[in-house]
């Protein structure tokens, strides 16, 4: 089991960045991505990080965010920069129960609490 903790969201103008990050506990050797979930939508990949550090994004983020990782720290970050309103959402990362990237919700055994970017327009 990998414990997720999230912080990094709030509130932001469009055209604006927002770093978000999710620090990491427990196994390892796992994937793993951001997700997020609008009110009345199913949640969305949006991004992820394999173990052997290959990228992944999906069309509407390609280009303005960035996964990266310090191992060190244990942390995955999503850095969003210009931000859109269709950007709103509670953005969850998670990791998968294998190494390699995957998109499906289903391939990811643990989540973090969420946490929540609203971009105004």
């Known amino acids: 089991q990998v414990e997720l903790v999230e912080s990094g969201g709030g509130l932001v103008q469009a055209g604006g960045s927002l770093r978000l990050s999710c620090a990491a506990s427990?196994?390892?050797?796992?994937?793993m991505a951001w997700f997020r979930q609008a009110p009345g939508k199913e949640r969305e990949f949006v991004g992820g990080?394999?173990?052997?550090?290959?990228?992944r994004y999906s069309d509407s983020v390609k280009g303005r965010f960035t996964i990266s990782r310090d191992n060190a720290k244990n942390t995955v970050y999503l850095q969003m920069n210009s931000l859109k309103a269709e950007d709103t959402a509670v953005y969850y990362c998670?990791?998968?129960?294998?190494?390699?990237?995957?998109?499906?919700?289903?391939?990811?055994?643990?989540w973090g609490q969420g946490t929540q970017v609203t971009v105004s327009s």
């Open positions: 998670a990791a998968a129960r294998v190494p390699y990237l995957v998109t499906s919700t289903s391939n990811y055994v643990d």
């Open positions: 427990g196994r390892s050797g796992y994937a």
């Open positions: 990080i394999s173990w052997g550090s290959s990228l």
